[in-house]
Structure formats: structure tokens, C-alpha cells
């Protein structure tokens, strides 16, 4: 069964950390990761990632896939209370038409 | 207005009650999704649209009917619907069905 597992379930850190996030994924007809943060309600994207080795950065955001290994990160450099939210990975794949699956996310929490 | 819209943002009803979920994007996109999120588990898919047809139904139970009049708008129908329903349903649209997704910010359903 295609599923994404992501680690830790949640984190909890003072602002300045660094922190990484971990995402794993076993899948067949494997198309893209992607990485959400949820807030409050709307999960807004983060990143698109394809291709192995290469990082995508956005600010204090980066993040990598591992298509050999199956497995993406998200780091987050000094960090602030603004990062606090759910993470979430999900993995696009093909099986007929394109379908997404989601992981349970990580729960960050930054404190001041 | 931009992005993706969902009305009503909160919704209560009962069992025997008829209603309908609302989403809206103004985003040119041509696929459109509804996602269901409960508490501690992945979000789940339910419903594609690309190009106004029907692509994917990962078996949602049949008191939950969409329909896509064109590309800009889903309606999520609800009849008869049990108490384990209540959850944060989720509108998304993306450029095709391999682009990342845009959501809305959710409706909040409640069954009594």
C-alpha cells in the first residue's frame, strides 16, 4: 500500500534553532514530493521537489529529496515564532490519473 | 477577489438535513479537488475534477455528491450524513492535476 510517514509527529523549540523535518515514502509510479505548511486552516505550498539532489530554498526555508533512499527533508534555520504550524509531505503519483497522498504532518511549535 | 474561496466556513446540521459546500477559484486553474481533514489523520482525497469531468472518487460514501458546472467552481452536496463526518472539508485547485495545489480555507462541518 502506496503511504508517506512523517517524523517527529512533533517539535517543540525556542526561536533561533534549526530544525529538521522528515518525510519517507513508499510509493509506486513516483512523480513529486511536495511540502505544505498548515496554520490554521489553509495548507499553503512550500515546495515541488522531482529531481534527487537538488535543494530548493525559499529564506530560511530548504528543503532535498532522496529518490534512492525514499525520503525528503524540510529544514528550517532560526527559526521563528511565525514557523509554528503543521508541516505536511505529500507525495504525487501516478495510477491512471495523478493522485496525491498525504502524511499526518509534524507539528512545530516555536517559542519565543 | 483571488485564490481559492469556500463558503460557508461553518456548518452545522443534522443527520436528516440537506446542504451544500461551496469553492471557487479565481485562479485560471484547471483541476479541482475536495479533501476531507479530521483530527490526527491525514488529508484525506476524495473527489478530482480535471477539466470539469470526474477523475477520481477514492470510494466516498454516496451522501457525498460534487458537482463541477465549470472550471472555476465545485459544489460539495451533503444528505444524510452521520455524526463521524464532522471534519474540516478542504477545496483545492491546481493548473493540471501534476501541479501543486492551492486550497481554500476549508469549511467546518459539524453533524449532530
Known amino acids: 500500500e502506496d503511504k508517506v510517514v512523517q517524523s517527529p509527529l512533533s517539535l517543540v523549540v525556542h526561536e533561533g534553532d534549526t530544525v529538521t523535518l522528515n518525510c519517507s515514502y513508499e510509493?509506486?509510479?513516483?512523480?513529486?514530493l511536495l511540502w505544505y505548511k498548515q496554520e490554521k486552516k489553509a495548507p499553503t505550498f512550500l515546495f515541488m521537489l522531482?529531481?534527487?539532489?537538488i535543494e530548493k530554498k525559499s529564506g530560511r526555508l530548504s528543503s532535498i529529496l532522496d529518490k534512492k533512499e525514499l525520503f525528503s527533508i524540510l529544514n528550517i534555520t532560526a527559526t521563528q515564532t511565525g514557523d509554528s504550524a503543521v508541516y505536511l509531505c505529500a507525495y504525487l503519483f501516478t495510477s491512471g490519473t495523478y493522485k496525491y497522498i498525504f502524511g499526518t504532518g509534524t507539528r512545530l511549535k516555536v517559542l519565543a | 477577489e483571488t485564490g481559492v474561496t469556500q463558503t460557508p466556513r461553518h456548518l452545522v446540521m443534522g443527520m436528516t438535513n440537506k446542504k451544500s459546500l461551496k469553492c471557487e477559484q479565481h485562479?485560471?486553474?484547471?483541476?479541482m479537488y475536495w479533501y476531507k481533514q479530521s483530527a490526527k489523520k491525514p488529508l484525506e482525497l476524495m473527489f478530482v475534477?480535471?477539466?470539469?469531468?470526474?477523475?477520481e472518487n477514492n470510494s466516498v460514501p454516496s451522501r457525498f455528491s460534487p458537482e463541477c458546472p465549470n472550471s472555476s467552481h465545485l459544489f460539495l452536496h451533503l444528505h444524510t450524513l452521520q455524526p463521524e463526518d464532522s471534519a474540516l472539508y478542504l477545496c483545492?485547485?491546481?493548473?493540471?492535476?501534476?501541479?501543486?495545489?492551492?486550497f481554500g480555507p476549508g469549511t467546518r462541518l459539524t453533524v449532530l
Open positions: 483545492a485547485s491546481s493548473l493540471t492535476s501534476y501541479n501543486e495545489q492551492f
Open positions: 475534477y480535471s477539466l470539469e469531468e470526474r477523475v
Open positions: 485562479l485560471g486553474h484547471n483541476a
Open positions: 510509493v509506486t509510479n513516483f512523480r513529486s
Open positions: 522531482t529531481s534527487s539532489g
